[in-house]
Every structure is written in structure tokens, then in C-alpha cells.
């Protein structure tokens, strides 16, 4: 007998059924506490949930990944990237690849007399600089991260400025925290270089030379294997290149292609206690690096009429310090993905980006989105009227029976349902249970 599909095991027995221990299953249980929330922020007063769960299906670089954690409100969205990994898989999973994971941290000068005279002393004095970072400089010097060179720009302004690039290798940390303590240690020996004052000393969040890039196959065939298709494989797989090309060619799609990205990059990001926020300037500054904003994820059918994704964006993401450490489901979701560095987190988000998107466009070029989306809606609705347990189920088949998912509606429905169950006779009445 096959084992049963976890979305078919209650939600307290799914975590078992993946082969959690029973002390990860208690750190699951237990959450975050609000004492350690209070050490984590200001004021704190409460702790918020968001709902965990797991996509299936990732093989990444030949590596099976049973269950990836996602921090997410949205329904479908494990669902539609449990799919996409499922049909990617069949043709072997994701192939995916990173750059060393580089920062940028930025000190701006200004009131520079020469720019080009003081361009060429902070240039002669590189390796002087990096050596002090490195080795010399006690708040900078780290066995973990390393300072790897030192560029200049120049912006017209106004008012005119030089900015200077600190480059970091920023090992298996995001790397905020080292950065920004470097362009404030090496602000006064540049201003004094440039013979300038400095002003903003910080990490830039378009990380673009951290990036991570997947690409898949996904077999035609597959595709026009379900239940609810009615279209020829090839059909479908030239929607999706139409999806893609959309979104590369015009910012308005472009913004909801790239959002579906994120449904799936973020979540994993959350659940790994990684700052999304960082994450998301980076994935938009990164997709207007052309001038014009475009898609960060594209699709094409290939000579054998399947298709091939493939995705790239920056991913400034860690797996120790900050929230990675601090918050005890980041670090279960981190062993539940198995990665052994910060890069390779990052490419197993890559692939959850491409799935999600791979899932998105094909829901709309296929059915619409809101055949999927509407059972879970329906629920989240019945469960926002006021309906629990068992009620929750009956309200929301019926809201999607009647193509009404709306709280009026759901309300009704569930007066009625109550009126029904207390009316003397009802089977499940409390009066007749006594
Ligand atoms: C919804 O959260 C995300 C989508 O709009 C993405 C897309 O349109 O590609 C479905």
C-alpha cells in the first residue's frame, strides 16, 4: 500500500509522516516564544504566526529535497510549486548555480575638489585598504567573510559626488552586518583620501553580483496529462512562451510575473529567517537593471517541444547570524533543506522561484488562476464569517458551488447552517445528543 499523500494526513501528523524528530517536531510545536521574540525586536507584545508548510517534489543538482519549508498566508501557492517541482522532476529536477556570495557596501563622498586625483588615490591605495579590513582592523578582520576590492563611481548629481564600492565576500552570512561596519570603518581613511567629507556609509541591497540562476525542463506531455486539459501539448507549451514573453516584454506583467517569483522565493526566505525585504529590493532592482523593468524568470519551448525556464536574480540570503540563528524554525527549516552553505540556499530558492512561476503562468494559460485558488479562498473566507471546524468544510463547498466566494454570502451560509443543525430533529443537534 502507498503511503499517504500529506496533504491527505491531518496537519499534526504531516510533520511525523516527513520524518522529523520528535525533538525537531516539539521546536515546531513550540514556535517562537515571546521571550525570545523580545529579544529579537523593540516593544515587543506578541508573536504573529504565519502558516509553515512544505513544498515537495525539489530535486536540485541532482539532490532530492523532500520537503521545502514556505512561510506563507497565500493559498495554493505549495500546492501549484509542489506541481512544478513534480513535473520539473521528471526530467530530472533543477540545475542550478550561484555566484560567491558578493555584497556591495557603498560610502558616499562629497565636496571631492579632483575627483579624478582622488579616484586615483583611493585606486593606489587598494590593497593598503583591503589589507586593513582583512587583517589589521579588529572590528573588520573575520575568519568568515573577506574584503575583496574597492571601486569608484562617479555620480553627476547634483550635487556631484564619488561613491566608493567596498566588495565583500560574505561567506555563509547575509552579510549587512560586516558590510556597513566596514564602509563606516573605511569612511575617514577615504574622506581622507579624497580630500572630501563622506555621508551615507551602508550595504547596498542591489546585490548583483550575488546571484543564483535555475533553469528546468518541463515536458509537454506531462502538461497536457491532466485531467482538466482539453489542449494539445504543443498548444499549451506555446501559451506558456507567450506568458513568458509577455512578462519580458512589458513591465505591467512583468511586475505580476515577477511577484509570482516571489510568492515562492519569499516564502522560503521567511522560513529560513532571512530578510525578505532585502531579497525583494534586490529581485526588482535587478529586473530594471536594463532601464526597463522585465521579467526575472522566462520560458521557451525547445526543439523537442517541451520547455525550457530558467530564472536568475540576486540572493542575499544566509545561514547563520541574525534571524537564521536567533529564530528556532529558522534553523529546523534550514536542516530540513539540507544546504550546507548560504549558496547553496540560495540556489534552492532560484528553483522554487522558477516552480512557482512555471506554476502561475501555466494556471493562467491554461484554466485561470481562480479555479485552483478558489477552494482555499473559499475556506480562508468561511473561516474569516466565523465558521469552525467541521463548518468550515460545508461553507466553503457550498461558496464555491455557487461561484460566490464573498463574507456576506459565507455569512448566510453559515446562519443557515447553524439554524439547520440546532432545529429540533437535526441529527447533530446538542438538544437531541442529550
Ligand atoms: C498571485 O499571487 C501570483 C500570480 O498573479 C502570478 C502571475 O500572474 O504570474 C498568479
Redesign the pocket.
Known amino acids: 500500500m502507498s503511503a499517504p499523500r500529506l496533504r491527505d494526513l491531518p496537519a499534526h501528523a504531516r510533520a511525523a509522516a516527513l520524518g522529523l524528530s520528535e525533538a525537531q517536531i516539539a521546536t515546531l510545536r513550540a514556535g517562537l516564544s515571546l521571550e525570545q521574540a523580545d529579544h529579537m525586536i523593540e516593544n515587543v507584545i506578541g508573536v504573529f504566526g504565519l502558516p509553515l508548510g512544505v513544498a515537495q517534489h525539489f530535486i536540485v543538482n541532482g539532490r532530492s529535497i523532500p520537503a521545502v519549508p514556505m512561510v506563507i498566508e497565500?493559498a495554493s501557492v505549495i500546492a501549484a510549486c509542489s506541481y512544478a517541482a513534480k513535473l520539473a522532476a521528471a526530467s530530472g529536477g533543477f540545475r542550478a548555480g550561484s555566484t560567491e556570495p558578493v555584497m556591495i557596501g557603498q560610502v558616499q563622498l562629497l565636496d571631492v575638489p579632483d575627483f579624478d586625483t582622488a579616484r586615483a588615490r583611493i585606486l593606489a591605495e587598494e590593497q593598503a585598504l583591503l589589507h586593513w579590513l582583512n587583517v589589521e582592523n579588529t572590528s573588520t578582520r573575520s575568519r568568515h567573510a573577506r574584503a575583496l576590492g574597492i571601486e569608484v563611481r562617479t555620480l553627476e548629481g547634483p550635487p556631484p559626488m564619488l561613491v566608493v564600492h567596498v566588495l565583500y565576500d560574505c561567506g555563509d552570512a547575509m552579510g549587512a552586518n560586516l558590510v556597513n561596519t566596514a564602509c563606516e570603518a573605511l569612511a575617514p581613511k577615504l574622506a581622507q583620501l579624497s580630500n572630501g567629507r563622506t555621508n551615507l556609509r551602508i550595504l547596498s541591497n542591489l546585490s548583483d553580483r550575488r546571484l543564483a540562476w535555475a533553469t528546468c525542463t518541463i515536458r509537454a506531455d506531462l502538461l497536457a496529462a491532466r485531467e482538466d486539459n482539453t489542449l494539445p501539448p504543443a498548444l499549451i507549451a506555446q501559451h506558456i512562451e507567450e506568458a513568458s514573453r509577455f512578462a519580458e516584454a512589458d513591465p505591467y506583467r512583468a511586475a505580476?510575473?515577477n511577484?509570482?517569483i516571489m510568492?515562492g522565493v519569499d516564502a522560503v526566505v521567511i522560513a529560513t529567517g532571512n530578510d525578505w525585504r532585502a531579497v525583494e529590493a534586490a529581485a526588482h532592482a535587478y529586473a530594471a537593471r536594463s532601464g526597463r523593468y522585465t521579467a526575472l524568470a522566462t520560458w521557451r519551448v525547445n526543439a523537442a517541444g517541451d520547455l525550457e525556464g530558467r530564472i536568475e536574480l540576486p540572493l542575499a540570503v544566509g545561514i547563520v547570524g541574525g534571524a537564521t540563528r536567533a529564530h528556532p524554525l529558522a534553523q529546523l527549516a534550514l536542516q530540513m533543506l539540507g544546504v550546507r552553505s548560504a549558496r547553496e540556499l540560495a540556489e534552492v530558492i532560484a528553483c522554487v522561484g522558477l516552480a512557482q512561476?512555471f506554476a502561475?503562468?501555466r494556471a493562467?494559460a491554461m484554466e485561470g488562476?481562480q479555479q485552483g485558488h478558489m477552494a482555499l479562498h473559499a475556506r480562508q473566507v468561511a473561516m474569516s464569517a466565523g465558521a469552525s471546524g467541521e463548518e468550515i468544510e460545508r461553507v466553503a463547498a457550498q461558496l464555491v458551488a455557487e461561484r460566490n466566494i464573498r463574507m456576506e454570502r459565507a455569512r448566510a451560509i453559515l446562519e443557515m447552517l447553524r439554524a439547520d443543525t440546532h432545529a429540533p430533529g437535526a441529527h447533530t443537534s446538542p438538544a437531541t445528543e442529550t
Do not use: M, V, Y
Request: hydrophobic share 35%.
Open positions: 497565500e505580476t510575473h511577484k509570482g510568492n512561476n502561475a503562468i493562467l488562476i
